[in-house]
């Protein structure tokens, strides 16, 4: 699947996310990825889900990957941070 169809969640509204995931289906995408990290990671979750029961009836979850990465924060610590993928196909 290409890289373009990847929605990265952040401190946007939330529709905006809806929305961008709508027109990835709408551009003719058979799958959609939601990627969160840390505290977006509910945000994620809801989006998937705002999707597939209000505008898309037809789509699904087909993965949900887990994982956690670690990074150096501006203190000089290092700090791990859970990360979530959700994939939507219809």
């Not at 401190?11 to 929305?19: C, D, E, I, L, P």
């Not at 709508?22 to 840390?38: D, P, T």
């Not at 989006?47 to 150096?72: G, H, L, R, T």
Request: net charge positive.
């Amino acid at each position: 699947m290409a890289e373009d169809n990847t929605i990265y969640v952040g401190n946007k509204t939330f529709m905006n996310y809806v929305t961008s995931v709508l027109m990835q289906f709408n551009k003719g995408a058979n799958e959609v990825r939601i990627k969160a990290r840390g505290k977006h990671i509910a945000r994620a979750v809801d989006i998937a889900e705002m999707v597939k029961n209000k505008f898309i009836k037809d789509a699904k979850v087909k993965e949900i990957n887990i994982s956690s990465e670690e990074f150096e924060s501006s203190d000089g610590k290092k700090r791990r941070v859970s990360v979530i993928e959700l994939v939507l196909a219809k």
